[in-house]
């Protein structure tokens, strides 16, 4: 970690008794810095805005909040900004409504991390895929939403780490592709491009709202494994990397051509 504030001081510890902690009570946002300024700044705030009303959490200072990031992202040329909302400090139990009124209050902590290397080989020359052997649960109160709760990605990158591939394809417990450990998935079919609905499970990516509202032929629905098996392309996605082709899904090579392109055009369009 190169840099952390917590409500707006400079440091990084808080208090045990802080709900994000104990309960997962919150929700986070990833963004990127690109020479001292946040990418899709606009959306990521918005992001942790509708988080928080769906999570019955209190309105905080957007206005406030994009000044410190903007600040914040200036001496920073090529990072990663995270930026992580609590429901503050609370006493035993799930309920809120018994927090110590005097101390209970939102926690803004804002992070600043080092760029994964990494993908920037895997935009220019894709990644391999394979499929989970796990599978995600339902949840339509939280799907969408990218709260604290995130120990079913924490196991999936524990497979993810003891096999060959880059990334794992994920579905939920009635066998539909939903994203992979981390990203989004697209795919193209005879020139058609597809992404999972994700209603009841997975996260609501701002990279994959960003293709949609720029490719508004994607058909989103329900998949399953048969779908993405006649795939001519096919590729990952999130507000970090951007997008990844895939250039093996199992045993099968794709091309990744479109991938580059799609890649290519969004580019000119994601704004600060």
Same mark, same amino acid.
């Given at each position: 970690?190169?840099?952390?504030?917590?409500?707006?001081?400079?440091?990084?510890?808080?208090?045990?008794?802080? $709900?994000?902690?104990?309960?997962?009570?919150?929700?986070?946002?990833?963004?990127?810095?690109?020479?001292?300024?946040?990418?899709?700044?606009?959306?990521?705030?918005?992001?942790?805005? %509708?988080?928080?009303?769906?999570?019955?959490?209190?309105?905080? +200072?957007?206005?406030?909040?994009?000044?410190?990031?903007?600040?914040?992202?200036?001496? %920073?040329?090529?990072?990663?900004?995270?930026?992580?909302?609590?429901?503050?400090?609370?006493? $035993?139990?799930?309920? $809120?409504?018994?927090?110590?009124?005097?101390?209970?209050?939102?926690?803004?902590?804002?992070?600043?991390?080092?760029?994964?290397?990494?993908?920037?080989?895997?935009?220019?020359?894709?990644?391999?895929?394979?499929?989970?052997?796990?599978?995600?649960?339902?949840?339509?109160?939280?799907?969408?939403?990218?709260?604290?709760? $995130?120990?079913?990605?924490?196991?999936?990158?524990?497979?993810?780490?003891?096999?060959?591939? +880059?990334?794992?394809?994920?579905?939920?417990?009635?066998?539909?592709?939903?994203?992979?450990?981390?990203?989004?998935?697209?795919?193209?079919?005879?020139?058609?491009?597809?992404?999972?609905?994700?209603?009841?499970?997975?996260?609501?990516?701002?990279?994959?709202?960003?293709?949609?509202?720029?490719?508004?032929?994607?058909?989103?629905?329900?998949?399953?494994?048969?779908?993405?098996?006649?795939?001519?392309?096919?590729?990952?996605?999130?507000?970090?990397?951007?997008?990844?082709?895939?250039?093996?899904?199992?045993?099968?090579?794709?091309?990744?051509?479109?991938?580059?392109?799609?890649?290519?055009?969004?580019?000119?369009?994601?704004?600060?």
């Amino acid at each position: 970690m190169k840099f952390c504030t917590v409500n707006g001081n400079e440091k990084s510890e808080m208090s045990i008794n802080d $709900r994000g902690f104990s309960y997962g009570d919150g929700l986070f946002t990833t963004a990127k810095i690109i020479d001292g300024k946040v990418l899709m700044l606009t959306e990521h705030i918005n992001r942790l805005v %509708f988080g928080c009303a769906q999570l019955g959490l209190p309105k905080f +200072d957007s206005q406030q909040l994009r000044h410190d990031l903007t600040l914040v992202a200036k001496p %920073f040329c090529h990072d990663v900004l995270k930026v992580i909302i609590t429901a503050g400090v609370g006493g $035993r139990g799930y309920s $809120r409504v018994h927090s110590n009124k005097a101390e209970s209050h939102l926690n803004i902590i804002i992070m600043v991390f080092d760029f994964p290397a990494h993908y920037e080989q895997w935009k220019k020359t894709g990644i391999t895929l394979g499929v989970s052997q796990q599978r995600m649960g339902i949840n339509p109160m939280l799907s969408q939403v990218k709260h604290l709760n $995130r120990l079913e990605q924490v196991l999936f990158r524990a497979e993810l780490d003891d096999v060959k591939e +880059d990334d794992l394809v994920i579905m939920n417990i009635n066998d539909h592709i939903i994203e992979t450990s981390s990203a989004n998935i697209f795919w193209w079919t005879n020139n058609q491009l597809y992404t999972p609905d994700i209603i009841n499970s997975g996260v609501a990516g701002l990279m994959r709202q960003c293709i949609l509202d720029n490719h508004k032929s994607t058909t989103v629905s329900t998949f399953s494994l048969p779908e993405l098996e006649q795939a001519d392309e096919i590729f990952i996605c999130n507000s970090i990397m951007g997008i990844v082709p895939v250039k093996q899904y199992k045993d099968k090579a794709l091309s990744i051509n479109a991938s580059l392109a799609l890649s290519n055009a969004l580019g000119k369009v994601i704004h600060v």
